[in-house]
């Protein structure tokens, strides 16, 4: 693994932790040669539970968990929601890149106590408020707001978030982006189909 290479954050969406990432991140790292970090954002697992949770609050986490950990500039791979707040950093610091996987993730996190019973490590009446009011994770951008940078965008061939269909708005603003259908997955390509992901991801980081 080179020191010298950017290394990965991995950043986990709605309903879900880092550890959605155990089937791709260690082969994605292993084949690109590159140190990866998995996040954990707030409201979710043992993270700050927090009533702000809007793309902007999300991607300052990921700025102070960089702080923490002395990274400048890294390769950001979101999955979810959490695109949106990949978005807001490389709008506002412009890393040298990005790939965004959009699509919603359909697990369900939660755990057994030492006394036997399931309880959520998620904060759930923050999320279900979130995800009831899903303007607060649109972010306004200016005409002239472009994201210079290699960019990668992976959509799910049979999710309902058909995002595709915005793809000149995305090539405005990110004119380096390619675009990169998973098919025959309905939500979370790197759980659904873990080696096409890590192919994918691959691909892209190591042309």
């Not at 890294?74 to 929601?81: D, F, K, S, W």
């Not at 399931?118 to 472009?146: C, G, R, Y």
């Amino acid at each position: 693994m080179c020191r010298n290479k950017t290394p990965i954050i991995f950043i986990h969406g709605i309903l879900s932790s880092p550890y959605c990432w155990n089937k791709v991140k260690s082969k994605i790292c292993d084949k690109t040669g590159r140190k990866g970090y998995a996040v954990c954002l707030r409201n979710h697992g043992s993270s700050e539970w927090s009533e702000e949770m809007s793309a902007f609050d999300m991607a300052e986490d990921v700025k102070e968990f960089m702080k923490k950990e002395h990274v400048s500039k890294a390769i950001l791979i979101a999955h979810g929601i959490a695109g949106f707040a990949a978005l807001v950093i490389a709008f506002t610091n412009k890393p040298n890149e990005k790939a965004l996987s959009r699509p919603m993730i359909p697990l369900l996190p939660f755990y057994k106590n030492k006394s036997g019973k399931f309880v959520w490590e998620i904060n759930v009446d923050v999320v279900i408020k979130m995800s009831a009011n899903i303007q607060s994770f649109q972010i306004p951008l200016k005409e002239d707001t472009i994201y210079p940078g290699e960019t990668l965008f992976i959509a799910a061939e049979f999710s309902s978030f058909v995002v595709l269909k915005q793809k000149e708005v995305i090539l405005k603003h990110i004119p380096k982006i390619r675009f990169v259908l998973a098919e025959g997955v309905y939500h979370s390509c790197h759980l659904e189909k873990p080696e096409k992901y890590v192919d994918i991801i691959t691909k892209f980081l190591v042309p």
